[in-house]
């Protein structure tokens, strides 16, 4: 068995739209909107939505000039803006069967309830269920072919052997290996400085020689290096801090959806270097605005779940 690298074909992409906080404030909707349009146009869309909502969320698509023709609307919302925190990991066995992992984030409240909405999104999708039962989150772990990188901030408590055993024991063909997160980010996640664009490939934020943030993400550069990969660098961006916000922008924090690549963009000079790396691989690229949705500590990446398309099956939007 294998865990699915998120840069392979995509058959299906989830978004979860909530107007209350995640929209009102820091207006989720036009990102949601604009990757919708951009993935909409060769994969089904699938959006997450209460019931209540759903008129916000029309007259976001209203002002992107999006056809809500053209997306599925899922009443069974989470309730949660933030996918990238409590969706499955995706597998396949040698025979090419899909599975998806599961877990506990016990550190967003109603957790229990997000778990319960990960098991009905796996089995909905047709999937073998494999429950790790212990503390864990989705962007805690990247993977690029053979190597898994996982967050070294999950396996700090007692059950850091189990769970690495876990992984181990039922993807023995790959290689696990724990990296530090980013140095100031409250996030255990990876996908703040660590974006996988193809086989062996990888991007990686750059950050001021000495500084905590370019020692915190040394290890992970080095495993990198050990194992031949191939590096290209962007630039990390400066902390903002005020009041209740407390983030790192990054450019790393991005999706592929097949021959399209969304990254995030700041409206910055910085922005054209990724756009650049990522034309150089053959995609069509698609910057995204990211200033408001930033100051959650997401990115595209985090607001959105891909999932691989040779896992679909083709009746997962029978009731």
């Known amino acids: 068995m294998r865990i699915i690298p998120e840069y392979e074909p995509v058959g299906l992409l989830y978004l979860s739209f909530v107007q209350k906080f995640f929209n009102s404030r820091f207006k989720f909707g036009k990102a949601i909107c604009e990757i919708a349009k951009v993935a909409s146009r060769n994969i089904d869309v699938e959006i997450f939505i209460a019931h209540q909502d759903v008129p916000y969320l029309k007259k976001e698509m209203e002002d992107a000039n999006l056809d809500s023709a053209n997306i599925i609307f899922n009443y069974d919302s989470p309730e949660r803006g933030i996918l990238a925190e409590y969706t499955p990991i995706f597998w396949e066995t040698t025979e090419g069967k899909g599975g998806a992992i599961i877990f506990n984030n016990t550190k967003l409240n109603s957790f229990e309830k997000l778990h319960s909405f990960s098991e009905r999104l796996s089995k909905k999708l047709n999937l073998n269920l494999l429950d790790i039962e212990v503390e864990f989150t989705t962007s805690a772990i990247i993977v690029n072919e053979n190597l898994c990188l996982l967050s070294k901030d999950l396996f700090q408590d007692s059950n850091a052997e189990r769970k690495l055993l876990f992984f181990q024991e039922h993807f023995s063909e790959q290689t696990f290996v724990q ?47 050990k194992y031949n990969q191939t590096i290209h660098r962007v630039p990390g961006l400066e902390r903002i801090v005020y009041d209740d916000i407390n983030t790192i922008p990054n450019y790393t924090n991005g999706i592929i959806i097949n021959n399209a690549a969304l990254c995030p963009a700041y409206n910055r000079p910085e922005d054209d270097i990724i756009v650049k790396i990522l034309e150089e691989y053959g995609y069509d690229v698609y910057p995204i605005n990211c200033q408001d949705i930033i100051l959650t500590q997401c990115g595209i990446h985090c607001i959105s779940k891909s999932v691989p398309k040779k896992i679909i099956t083709s009746d997962i939007h029978q009731n």
């Open 179 to 225: 990296v530090p997160s980013l140095a100031e980010e409250v996030t255990p996640d990876l996908d703040t400085y660590l974006w996988p664009i193809k086989p062996n490939v990888w991007i990686v934020s750059e950050y001021p020689e000495g500084s905590m943030q370019a020692v915190s993400i040394e290890p992970a550069i080095e495993t990198l290096h």
